[in-house]
């Protein structure tokens, strides 16, 4: 390499540097920098409430977060919210196969579809708020004529003596499982739909619009179109070419999705807590994420928080790591 | 273009945003005045509240920002050294955690050299949000107690007289019951009474129920007493039907665009009566052709009401904390009191100014014949109890979770109230363990280490 040559490099890698050290130093304030502190913080009894003495507690939050019993409830409820990933995520590729065809107007489609994504989350959350309204929300408007003027209801009364009733949504406790409120186990009395159903249902809104879906065009568009032709020249019918060709060349696409979905699902529920339920009913809708702001902001206890956090990060790990030594043998074909 | 000049534009670029973002930062006060912070909730009251301060003031610039309350904001930013120089207090348990914060300054003695004495000029009942440990940390915004507004239209629609005096609960409920309307589906058209669920604190309280021991060391919210009013106010909505429940309500928020809360739905005329506070006023001043009264709240076992309010504290991290204090000296005066009357912010803070003609008949509102009621029903005022032994926040986190499920009928005032007090003397346990400050103070009361 001549000397005007590696001197033209060197320029260019501190031009490159010159670019990426904003970003790396603000990264190392605002991220790297924190995420240890809360480490260190971890290991102490902080409370922003200076008649507590700092000291160093060792592994005593850790140890007390497993015995706490709001901690499982928020963890159960963490994971409930996670139910409707599979459907989103379903959801996303149906989509994408659709949207994927050589349509008129296709952008505005893939545009409109977009558009919860980039619309203000906490809008959506209060339009949603509103559709879920138990008595005179749409939701509920429709439910109730399917039940009564369908006469599913007269129906259902001839055979079990019993009514049905919309449900509740966001005042209610009830869930699809089954799930007590002040502790892990199933109460049969809690069976039905509830506000943790009607988080997970707008989930599902939003979600299948969403990034997922811009992956899911990009990886179809990435398919070799020989491929497909092939499939078409041996007879393949379009069941066959998905299940063949176009399942087994997004595998990495839905690896990616699967990963990010379930980081984003263990991380989620804080602005709806925050914007729809504040938590509640009873607790049902609060979240890790939300009791680490809970325990942080509103109680001070920011070392048990960082705890929360911290187990939080450490369950996202372990979670991700077994997505990846699973779901990349599905990538070898 | 080469690198270089990408680089040179993006940097001018943020040159330029850091710029613009200079420009538009508040300007600082005009030489001379000192620059004043309040981090309060924004409305017309306040401003002109502000703007009289200024007015009497002109050495000082007291401005609003109303985009930092919220107690954790108010901590978080004053010990990062970016806080308010003042700041609102809503309750003892936020006095509180204040104070264990190092947030609130210690205006004992300033207020004693200018003259005041709380416990002698203020109403009782918002001493919790000024006092702690026998010390001083600011001094009453407004003070407030509920009564039961009506309307008069739907009283004369019905030929029912209005109510005048005091009565018992049991004396209200067949007034409200005839006052509430359903249609053939036993749908509501109009309920009796409208009240937000947070009044549950005033039923503990009138069926003689206590939140905690008298000196702290024990929640007691499941005494007998206590469920027994949080049961007659769930019965009210489920038993007596008089009330919405959480789902007629939510109902109502969405169908008549009257917000939510009850102070909402009455002025949208859907409750003949609600349990409030003169200041709703502020809001049902604006409601075009709604004839107003008021008579005092009914009362269980005990009659004694729920009192409440606002303070303002000083931020000792300010810098011109000293200088904060001519705030607190403002509110003790009868320029703003008088303002606190008049605008129907409540009630003024400092009792001797709800004692004037002015107060009773204020001439730019001659239909609004009855403060007395307010002011006469603040006498029986209590504040709300609070522990130095936990923390409030957790307190009420435990509460409102058990009375969730009260109010949407999913378990019993019995069952919920045992919960919370185990929970909260749970909380109690867990403070004492780490404070040793309160460990040696709880034990020097109790002689136990515990609950």
Known sequence: ?333 | MSMKGVFLGVFLCLVLLTFVAWRLRPAPAPPGKIPLTWVSDDNPARREQIALFNRLHPDYLLRLDPGNTGMEKVIVQSLAGVGPDLFDCYDGYQLSAYVRSGIAWDVTDALKKAGIDVTRDVWPAVFPNILHEGRVYGFPTNVAVNAIWFNKDIFDAAGIPYPTGTMTWQQFLPLAQKLTVRDKNGRAKRFGLLADWWNWKQFVLQWGGRMFTPDGTKCIIDSPEAIAGVQFFHDLIYRYRVMPSPVEEAAMATTGGWGSGAIHFFGGGKGAMALGGRWWLCTLRNVEGLRLGAFACPFGPKKVYRGYGRATLINAKSSRREAAVKFLLYEAGKPYNDLINHQADALAPVKKYCYTEEYLHDPAFPDEDFNAVWRDVMNYGLPDEVSPFVNGNRATRILNKQLDLVKNDQKSASAALHTAARQINEAIRDMLKQDPTLRMQYAKLTGRSGP
């Open chain 1, 1 to 333: 390499m001549s000397w005007k040559t590696r001197r033209l490099r060197g320029h260019e890698g501190a031009a490159a540097m010159a670019f990426l050290l904003p970003n790396f130093l603000g990264f190392l304030v605002f991220t790297i920098g924190p995420v240890f502190f809360s480490l260190v913080a971890s290991f102490s009894n902080w409370n922003l409430q200076r008649t507590i003495p700092f000291q160093w507690i060792g592994l005593e939050n850790y140890a007390k977060l497993f015995h706490d019993p709001d901690f499982w409830l928020y963890f159960v409820n963490t994971g409930y919210l996670m139910l409707g990933l599979p459907v989103a995520i379903g959801g996303s590729l149906v989509l994408a196969l659709l949207l994927n065809r050589d349509l008129r107007g296709i952008v505005a489609y893939r545009t409109l579809f977009y558009l919860p994504t980039f619309t203000s989350g906490v809008a959506l959350l209060i339009l949603w708020k509103a559709l879920y309204n138990p008595d005179f929300g749409p939701v509920n408007v429709v439910i109730n004529w399917f039940l009564d003027s369908l006469g599913v209801n007269r129906l259902v009364a001839i055979l079990t003596g019993r009514e049905l009733s919309a449900p509740q949504w966001l005042l209610s406790t009830r869930n699809l499982l089954g799930i007590g409120v002040e502790q892990v186990r199933i109460v049969a009395k809690q069976w039905g739909l509830g506000a943790r159903d009607a988080i997970i249902i707008m989930g599902i809104w939003v979600a299948i619009g969403g990034n997922n879906m811009l992956l899911y065009l990009a990886g179809l568009s990435n398919i070799p179109q020989e491929l497909l032709e092939a499939a078409q020249i041996d007879g393949a019918g379009r069941w066959a070419t998905f299940r063949h060709v176009t399942w087994p060349q997004l595998a990495p696409t839905t690896f990616f999705i699967v990963v990010m979905s379930f980081i984003g699902g263990l991380q989620g529920g804080f602005e709806q807590a925050r914007v729809m339920t504040g938590g509640g009913p009873a607790g049902t809708t609060t979240t890790l994420t939300y009791y680490i702001y809970t325990k942080a902001f509103e109680e001070f206890d920011i070392g048990y928080s960082c705890s929360i956090a911290w187990v939080l990060f450490i369950i996202i790990f372990v979670v991700t790591l077994i997505n990846w030594k699973f779901g990349s043998r599905e990538l070898n074909y």
